[in-house]
T-cell receptor, first 117, second 113 residues
Framework: DTAVSQTPKYLVTQMGNDKSIKCEQN?????MYWYKQDSKKFLKIMFS???????INETVPNRFSPKSPDKAHLNLHINSLELGDSAVYFC????????????????FGNGTRLTVT | AQSVTQLDSHVSVSEGTPVLLRCNYS??????LFWYVQHPNKGLQLLLK??????LVKGINGFEAEFKKSETSFHLTKPSAHMSDAAEYFC???????????FGAGTRLFVKA
């Protein structure tokens, strides 16, 4: 069984469109994330979300918004897509290990390659 | 604040020779450190983690890393490279506030036949 699954795997769309990427985890983790990986493989965290707080990387445009219908899902919505949004987007999850605040290792999905034309 | 620096953007080795991927970290306390591997067109997979139990940590696929507090390093090694080890490797440190994980810029490992 896939622990963290993202759909779609590939997404090709035109500038100005609105699109969503879905993510689901079946690990029972309480925190989920979205990362953007550029062409140079640099990973940039976009959001961190659990049932207590949403942390937003201030460099992420507000065209990007995470939406969590429940603990196991964190979808990424992107409005008015731009050429520079082309990248691979990774969803991940982890478990907060109690009062220490230490998180377990991240578990990643296989990524969604977004191409904006 | 915590930070992590991977000292080499690319490393090239011959098959059967040792691998060394270097990572330095900055932390005001004893950190939790990880190495992840990313094969082409794949997600990231955990190789190993250090959480203050033992300074030498063994991971999957024959990799290991040694935590050296005096040098603030967490270098990844493998005695003998295999072609299948060719991938991108990320060193990661856990953070205390805000975002929990900080990724290094990655090191691309090439393995020559």
């Amino acid at each position: 069984d896939t622990a963290v699954s993202q759909t779609p795997k590939y997404l090709v769309t035109q500038m100005g469109n609105d699109k969503s990427i879905k993510c689901e985890q079946n690990l029972g983790h309480d925190t989920m994330y979205w990362y953007k990986q550029d062409s140079k493989k640099f990973l940039k965290i976009m959001f961190s979300y659990n049932n207590k707080e949403l942390i937003i990387n201030e460099t992420v445009p507000n065209r990007f918004s995470p939406k969590s219908p429940d603990k196991a899902h964190l979808n990424l919505h992107i409005n008015s897509l731009e050429l520079g949004d082309s990248a691979v987007y990774f969803c991940a999850s982890s478990q907060d290990e109690g009062t220490s605040g230490v998180h377990s290792p991240l578990h990643f999905g296989n990524g969604t390659r977004l191409t904006v034309t | 604040a915590q930070s992590v620096t991977q000292l080499d953007s690319h490393v090239s080795v011959s098959e059967g020779t040792p691998v060394l991927l270097r990572c330095n970290y900055s932390s005001s306390y004893s950190p939790s450190l990880f190495w992840y591997v990313q094969h082409p067109n794949k997600g990231l997979q955990l190789l190993l983690k250090y959480t203050s139990a033992a300074t030498l940590v063994k991971g999957i696929n024959g990799f290991e890393a040694e935590f050296k507090k005096s040098e603030t390093s967490f270098h990844l090694t493998k005695p003998s490279a295999h072609m299948s080890d060719a991938a991108e490797y990320f060193c990661v440190v856990l953070n205390t506030g805000g975002f929990k994980t900080i990724f290094g810029a990655g090191t691309r490992l090439f393995v020559k036949a």
